[in-house]
């Protein structure tokens, strides 16, 4: 009897450090890894979205955006509330009295729409931040 309670005293004490152990060793091996890729958005895939679908559009704008809305009583920032999607791509503008220039860097795009000696322009910039594009600058002119 008295060896049968040492045999049972050390196998308790023994019972505790290997269920550590053994926890331990699963809660490690079973450890995921989770590597997130990095992104490098092409910018003609973001602009045809960016077109199309407002709430990408919306999700896209540096709020507060730079730039203003010009009229001969003055300028007004841009808002998130009042915010009216654009729709219209400067690369899809066919009509010939509207001049366009786009001008493309690695990290920046910025599109340019004019009406020849009327005082109607819009700029506008794109950025890519961490490898995704942006809207960071808006501006028209319509004196």
């Not at 003609?44 to 709430?55: C, G, L, P, V």
């Given at each position: 009897?008295?060896?049968?309670?040492?045999?049972?005293?050390?196998?308790?004490?023994?019972?505790?450090?290997?269920?550590?152990?053994?926890?331990?060793?699963?809660?490690?091996?079973?450890?995921?890894?989770?590597?997130?890729?990095?992104?490098?958005?092409?910018?003609?895939?973001?602009?045809?979205?960016?077109?199309?679908?407002?709430?990408?559009?919306?999700?896209?704008?540096?709020f507060p955006l730079e730039g203003e809305y010009v009229t001969i009583d003055g300028g007004e920032s841009w808002t998130r509330d009042g915010w009216e999607p654009h729709v219209q791509k400067v690369t899809d503008i066919s009509d010939p009295e509207y001049d366009t220039e786009i001008t493309r860097k690695d990290t920046e795009v910025i599109d340019k729409v004019w009406l020849r000696d009327s005082g109607f322009s819009v700029e506008r910039r794109f950025q890519k931040i961490k490898g995704r594009w942006y809207l960071v600058y808006y501006e028209t002119v319509n004196l």
């Open positions: 009897m008295t060896i049968f309670v040492l045999q049972f005293n050390c196998m308790r004490n023994l019972i505790l450090p290997l269920s550590m152990i053994i926890v331990l060793g699963l809660s490690v091996s079973c450890k995921k890894t989770i590597t997130v890729g990095s992104i490098d958005e092409s910018f003609d895939t973001f602009y045809d979205q960016f077109h199309t679908d407002t709430a990408f559009q919306l999700s896209r704008v540096k």
